[in-house]
């Protein structure tokens, strides 16, 4: 279509546009969707595969696949409250146990576990890191936050 000229036996009408609009959002969107899934595939991990624990023998070969934005926030309070000693993705350091870890499953820990360790602290009794203190600052709010992320971080990392 030139200004409002139609070429003969192709008519031009807001309905056609708008589909071809259409059509090629959603192109684009699949092509960014394929895009994005690729990037992600190819990404290195941004944690630490392979990370040797100095109180086990076991490694974590960890996965640390992009967080949904709804655990975002448990992220943040995990990192500010439990990873000095966790480790940045629940890999463990030579201050504390791995969260990818089948002691860590719902079956064998369950969520209320985590809330005593947290905001009670907990006697040593899977690792030889010693007494879990209690998480100065931590509040239930924060544990309602961080525990869907960990069980979310799990589920990833192929734990339960």
Known sequence: MIGDAQLP???????????????????????????????????????????????????INLRTPRVPFKYGLGMNRFRALCSSCHGKWGDGTEQGPPLLHDFYKPTHHADAAFYQAALKGVKAHHWTFGDM???????????????????????????Y
């Open 9 to 59: 036996g192709n008519p031009v009408t807001r309905e056609s546009i708008m589909q071809k609009k259409l059509t090629v959002l959603l192109l684009l969107a699949i092509s960014l969707t394929a895009t994005a899934t690729a990037t992600a595939q190819q990404a290195p991990s941004t944690g630490t595969p392979g990370h040797q624990m100095g109180n086990s023998a076991e490694k």
């Open 133 to 159: 203190p209690r998480v100065e600052g931590a509040t239930t709010k924060d544990v309602d936050k961080i525990l869907p992320f960990i069980r979310w971080l799990q589920k990833e990392n192929g734990i």
